[in-house]
């Protein structure tokens, strides 16, 4: 199985710290208008999405948004 996260987060400037995060996984990362997305195996994906949250939170962010989807591979 595999798991995609898309995020959002509120204050738009506080956005590149997490996508930052989410480059550093080594997963696949698709920067949108609307949100970004992480795609991979499940471990590799919830460690991501630790890191990114965090990266956030600490540049300042006020909302972090998540969406989980679970895909057959």
Known sequence: ???????????????LAAIEAAERSGLAVDVGPFGTSVSGDDS??????????RAAVAAGAT???????????
């Open 44 to 53: 590799r994906v919830l460690d991501a999405v630790d890191a990114i949250v």
């Open 63 to 73: 909302r972090v948004s998540l969406q989980l989807n679970r895909r057959s591979t």
């Open 1 to 15: 199985m595999a798991l995609t996260v898309e995020f959002t987060i509120e204050p738009f400037v506080d956005v």
